[in-house]
C-alpha cells in the first residue's frame, strides 16, 4: 500500500505507540526518560522526519552528522537541532531542515508529530515532527553540520533489526539498528523511524 500525506495525517491523529515502538530500538541499559537528577539539566530539540515518494515508495530523508560534531557525531540522524529561545519545537525543526538541507519551511506541509523520547547519553528530549513533500527535492547541504543525505525508502524496515557493535563516547555497545547503504541506523533516529513504521502498519 502505497501511503499519501492525507492517510499518513489520519494515522498520525491516532494513538501513538511510544514507547512501545522505542524500546525496540533502545541500546542496553539507556533509559527513555529523564531520572529526577538529569531533569535540570535536559535541553530540548526538535527534529522533521521529512517524506516525499519516490520511484512509487514512500521515502525519507536521512542525514549523517560529520565527525566534528559536539553530539552525535558521525551517526545518522534527522534534520533538527537544539530549540533556541523564543522558538517553537515546530520552528526550530523547521528552521534546521532549511540550514541544513536547503529545504523552505513553505515547501514542507506538516502532517503531526511523533512522541518525544529522552536521549540519556546527550539529555536531549526530542520533539519529532512528521513533515510531507509532494516529490522528491534537490538537497543543498551545509556541509558543516552535514555530511550526506541518505534517501531510506520505509519498506526496507520489514524484518530487518539488526545488532551492531559500535564504539560510542560511553564505550563499545551491541545496539539494535537498522543497516542501508553502508550505513548503521541506530539510537534515537531508529527509535523514531520504528514508531512511525509501526503507526504505518507496514
Request: hydrophobic residues 40%.
Amino acid at each position: 500500500m502505497f501511503f499519501d500525506a492525507e492517510n499518513i495525517k489520519k494515522a498520525l491523529s491516532q494513538s501513538l505507540p511510544g514507547s512501545t515502538s522505542h524500546r525496540r530500538m533502545l541500546p542496553v541499559n539507556r533509559d527513555l526518560v529523564a531520572g529526577s537528577n538529569d531533569q535540570s539539566r535536559m535541553k530540548h530539540s526538535s527534529v522533521l522526519l521529512l517524506l516525499y515518494p519516490e520511484n512509487n515508495e514512500l521515502h525519507v530523508c536521512l542525514i549523517k552528522r560529520p565527525t566534528h560534531m559536539k553530539h552525535h557525531a558521525g551517526q545518522i540522524a534527522l534534520p533538527g537541532g537544539r530549540i533556541e529561545k523564543g522558538e517553537t519545537a515546530l520552528e526550530t525543526a523547521l528552521r534546521e531542515t532549511w540550514e541544513e538541507i536547503g529545504i523552505t519551511p513553505e515547501q514542507i506541509e506538516i502532517l503531526g508529530t511523533l512522541s518525544e523520547l529522552y536521549v540519556q547519553v546527550s539529555r536531549f528530549q526530542i520533539h519529532p515532527f512528521v513533515g510531507w513533500l509532494s516529490k522528491k527535492p534537490e538537497f543543498v547541504i551545509c556541509e558543516n553540520e552535514v555530511e550526506k543525505t541518505i534517501s531510506f525508502p520505509l519498506k526496507n524496515m520489514k524484518n530487518a533489526l539488526e545488532e551492531a557493535e559500535l564504539l560510542t563516547i560511553t564505550g563499545t555497545l551491541k545496539v539494535p539498528c537498522f543497516k542501508f547503504d553502508g550505513e548503521i541506523i541506530w539510537g534515537a533516529t531508529a527509535m523514531i523511524l520504528s514508531e512511525f513504521y509501526d503507526i504505518l502498519g507496514l
